[in-house]
C-alpha cells in the first residue's frame, strides 16, 4: 500500500530560526515528490517538486532534498518568517497514476 | 489567471438537507479533481474527471454523493441527503495532465452539517 509519513506532526519555532521537516513514503513506482504549503482557511499551494534524479530543490527560504534510495524526503526553511506559519503536506505521485498520495502534514506555528 | 474558484467558500445546512458545491477549473485544464479534508483522514480523492468524463469515482463514500461535469469548466459535488459525518473541507483541484503535472488547488468549501 502506497503511504507516505510526515514528522513532526507539528512545531513551534521562533521567528528567524530554521527548521527542517521530514516525508517517508512507500511509494512504488516512483515519479514524483511535491511540498505544498497549506495556509488555514486555504488550498495546498505546490512549493517544490523533485523527480526521482533530483537531490535538492530550492524555492527562496524553502530547500527541499530527496533520497530515493531510502525513499525520504526533507523540506528545510531558512530564517523563518511569520508568514511560514501554515501545514506543510508532502505529496508523493506514483508513475502512470493520478492517485496521489499525501502525507497527513505537518503544521508548523512561527512565533515572533 | 483567477485560479480554481469554488463556491460557496462556507455552507452550513442542517442534517438531511441537498448540499451543492461548484467549482471552475483553470482555462486549459483538462483533469478536474474533487478531494475531502478532515483532521482525521486528511486529503482524500473523491473522483476524478479527464475531458469532462468521470474516470474514477472509487473515493465518493456512498451513494448519497454524486458528481457532474457538464463542460469543461464547470463541475458540482452534490450531496443528497446530508450527514454530519460529511463535515469537512471539499477542495477542487485542476491540472493539464494526470499524476506528473501540478494540481492546482482552489480555496475550498468548509461543509457544516449539524
Known amino acids: 500500500k502506497n503511504q507516505v509519513e510526515q514528522s513532526p506532526q507539528s512545531l513551534i519555532i521562533l521567528e528567524g530560526k530554521n527548521c527542517t521537516l521530514q516525508?517517508?513514503?512507500?511509494?512504488?513506482?516512483?515519479?514524483?515528490l511535491r511540498w505544498y504549503k497549506q495556509d488555514t482557511g486555504r488550498g495546498p499551494v505546490s512549493l517544490t517538486i523533485?523527480?526521482?534524479?533530483?537531490n535538492t530543490k530550492s524555492n527562496g527560504r524553502y530547500t527541499a532534498t530527496l533520497d530515493a534510495d531510502t525513499k525520504q524526503s526533507s523540506l528545510h526553511i531558512t530564517a523563518s518568517q511569520l508568514s511560514d506559519s501554515a501545514s506543510y503536506i508532502c505529496?508523493?505521485?506514483?508513475?502512470?497514476?493520478?492517485?496521489?498520495?499525501f502525507g497527513a502534514g505537518t503544521t508548523v506555528t512561527v512565533r515572533a | 489567471d483567477a485560479g480554481v474558484i469554488q463556491s460557496p467558500r462556507h455552507e452550513v445546512t442542517e442534517m438531511g438537507q441537498e448540499v451543492t458545491l461548484r467549482c471552475k477549473p483553470i482555462?486549459?485544464?483538462?483533469?478536474l479533481f474533487w478531494y475531502r479534508q478532515t483532521m482525521m483522514r486528511g486529503l482524500e480523492l473523491l473522483i476524478y474527471?479527464?475531458?469532462?468524463?468521470?474516470?474514477?469515482d472509487s473515493g465518493m463514500p456512498e451513494d448519497r454523493f454524486s458528481a457532474k461535469m457538464p463542460n469543461a469548466s464547470f463541475s458540482t459535488l452534490k450531496i443528497q441527503p446530508s450527514e454530519p459525518r460529511d463535515s469537512a473541507v471539499y477542495f477542487c483541484?485542476?491540472?493539464?495532465?494526470?499524476?506528473?503535472?501540478?494540481?492546482?488547488f482552489g480555496p475550498g468549501t468548509r461543509l457544516t452539517v449539524t
Open positions: 523533485m523527480t526521482f534524479s533530483e
Open positions: 483541484a485542476s491540472s493539464t495532465q494526470t499524476a506528473s503535472y501540478e494540481q492546482y
Open positions: 516525508c517517508n513514503y512507500t511509494v512504488s513506482p516512483f515519479s514524483n
Open positions: 505529496v508523493v505521485s506514483p508513475s502512470n497514476d493520478y492517485k496521489l498520495s
Open positions: 482555462s486549459g485544464h483538462n483533469s
Open positions: 474527471f479527464n475531458n469532462n468524463v468521470p474516470i474514477d
